[in-house]
């Protein structure tokens, strides 16, 4: 069968790559299109359209993507119209994807199954967005919160755990690190307004990490050519050396004894893979004002939120500073005990390690289901 996923960032790529994955498993002859970019050309994708530079921080960056985002929502929902393929999903994206799902269902008349996976609002409670999600879409959420509050306004939902859950295997716990060494990891984010905030604030924290542990090893994750470049330019300016840039996350934290992270998937990642961390998130001055009349939650990183309790420090904003970040990492480096000893209930919290398959074989019953 045929099936179209739609993504508009690289966590959302990497989901819909794996689910792809593991819906080839139940339907070999799969066929898969969609929009995303090298992840899903590297796992067999015919790419639709490539979302590199889609994704932006706040209200303000998007605006200037508006007009090409409608254009491209436009397209892309024409041409499923017309290919009708058995099965859409929706990959988060919201911003995108919602606006994909309604112009489908009520202006095209749109019939056959769209499927959302990580329905928008997760941690808002918002009752007309879940309303909306639930009449255009088959709702399919990672997180049993969001199930609950669905099931509590009698909306349908599925709920199989996160689709992240099985694929990472977490090491076994570390000791501490020598005090004056160790390793840790820097992921400042793939966005262009993460990477302008966050590499330097690492950067500076590097720089005084290694006052107090001259031995310190470090490694940046990069996301893509773009953000490589910039981390090397960081570098150079810094006259920090030894320091290596590696491609992805799981590369960056190899053996890592800790990790600085952007807020986002990547800090569940890294959680799951045994590896303390210390969280991080800066945005323009301009948008803080609108990010906190739009979320006014206690936490904003994923096993936080899981939790509903603070395993992972977060620095955000004004105490995103390179003393502060250089501080909460000392600390966590001296103690990494303190988050190793959780990673068993946020896999817990997060559902059974079949999540992914379930997900699969429900999407093939999906696409069963609309093919006949």
Not at 103 to 123: E, G, H, K, S
């Amino acid at each position: 069968m045929r099936y179209f996923l739609s993504t508009g960032e690289p966590s959302g790529e990497l989901n819909a790559v794996l689910l792809a994955q593991a819906i080839s498993r139940y339907d070999p002859q799969a066929r898969f299109e969609g929009i995303g970019a090298q992840g899903m050309r590297d796992a067999g994708f015919t790419l639709w359209r490539d979302h590199s530079g889609w994704a932006s921080m706040g209200p303000l960056a998007a605006i200037p993507r508006i007009p090409g985002l409608y254009a491209a929502m436009w397209q892309t929902a024409l041409h499923i119209s017309k290919t009708k393929p058995d099965l859409v999903v929706l990959v988060d994206f919201g911003a995108f994807n919602v606006r994909l799902a309604k112009t489908l269902r009520t202006q095209l008349r749109y019939q056959p199954p769209i499927m959302d996976l990580f329905p928008p609002a997760t941690w808002l409670d918002n009752e007309k967005i879940a309303r909306l999600m639930s009449s255009w879409t088959v709702p399919v959420t990672a997180f049993e919160r969001q199930y609950r509050f669905y099931k509590q306004h009698k909306l349908p939902i599925m709920f199989f755990g996160h689709p992240l859950a099985s694929r990472y295997v977490t090491r076994a716990p570390r000791p501490a690190p020598p005090a004056d060494g160790g390793t840790i990891a820097l992921l400042p984010g793939s966005r262009g307004g993460e990477l302008k905030y966050h590499v330097p604030a690492l950067v500076g924290a590097l720089e005084r990490l290694r006052e107090r542990r001259p031995h310190l090893h470090a490694v940046f994750g990069a996301a893509n050519d773009a953000s490589e470049r910039r981390i090397a330019r960081a570098l150079r300016a810094a006259k920090l050396e030894n320091v290596r840039i590696v491609r992805g996350v799981a590369a960056a934290v190899a053996d890592a004894d800790a990790a600085f992270v952007a807020s986002g998937t990547a800090v569940l990642e890294v959680t799951l893979l045994g590896v303390p961390a210390v969280a991080l998130y800066i945005i323009a001055p301009v948008l803080v004002k609108h990010a906190r009349n739009v979320y006014s939650g206690k936490y904003i990183t994923l096993p936080n939120l899981v939790l509903d309790r603070e395993l992972i420090p977060e620095l955000l904003q004004d105490d995103a500073t390179p003393e502060r970040l250089a501080e909460t990492m000392e600390a966590v480096l001296r103690h990494p005990e303190t988050q190793t000893q959780a990673v068993a209930e946020v896999r817990e919290r997060l559902g059974p390690s079949s999540a992914l398959e379930d997900c699969a074989k429900f999407a093939v019953a999906l696409a069963t289901a609309g093919a006949t």
